[in-house]
Structures are given as structure tokens and as C-alpha cells.
């Protein structure tokens, strides 16, 4: 059974930084596309960025030069280090896990993100 569980948001005030981390269990990690997504109040989820099996990351236009995705596949775990935060970064942030692009894959129940003086 695949597990995601999303760890490291809080309360940061603006122009600060968080590093978010998303343990997984049971799945082959190291063959997994895993991606950051987020969610504000009111809003739809949307994507934050991605991480390819080969390390070939993907960013939203609105994170671009300020966060940054990685993974560690000794640790089963992917990160995404957040700077400059703006107050509309303000969202529950959500780690996925899938094999293909197209699938669905697996989500976590997501950790609160909160930039705000």
C-alpha cells in the first residue's frame, strides 16, 4: 500500500523560507515521478513542481527561481526548499508519487503552508 505522508509546513512570514519533505512507503521510489502540489482556499489544486526517476524537474511559472525540488532515493523522500515566500504561496501543499505522467498516482494528506507577517 503506498503511503505519502507531507511534512515541514508551518507559519513563515514573508520573504522567509520552509523546507517541505514527503516520506513514501511502499513503492519502488527511485521509479517514481513525484511532484508538489498546492492548494489555496477557494482555489483548485495546482501543480508546484515535478521530479522525473532522472531527476528532470519542472516548475510552475509562479515558484520558478524560488523553490526547488529534490529527491533522495536512499530515503525514500522528496523535498521541496522554498525561499522568498510571497503570501500567495499560502496553501496546503500535497506530495504525489505516480509511474506515468498520465496516471493518477498516490497522494498525501498534505501540510499547511501559512506566509503571513
Known amino acids: 500500500q503506498v503511503q505519502l505522508a507531507e511534512s515541514g509546513g508551518g507559519l513563515v512570514q514573508p520573504g522567509g523560507s520552509l523546507r517541505l519533505s514527503c516520506a513514501a512507503s511502499g513503492i519502488i521510489f527511485r521509479l517514481y515521478i513525484l511532484g508538489w502540489y498546492r492548494q489555496a482556499p477557494g482555489k483548485q489544486r495546482e501543480l508546484v513542481a515535478t521530479?522525473?526517476?532522472?531527476?528532470?524537474?519542472n516548475y510552475a511559472d509562479s515558484v520558478q527561481g524560488r523553490f526547488t525540488i529534490s529527491r533522495d532515493n536512499a530515503k525514500s523522500t522528496v523535498y521541496l526548499q522554498m525561499t522568498s515566500l510571497k503570501p500567495e504561496d499560502t496553501a496546503v501543499y500535497y506530495c504525489n508519487a505516480r509511474t506515468v505522467p498520465t496516471a493518477m498516482g498516490a497522494w498525501g494528506r498534505g501540510t499547511l503552508v501559512t506566509v503571513s507577517s
Open positions: 521530479i522525473t526517476s532522472r531527476d528532470i524537474t
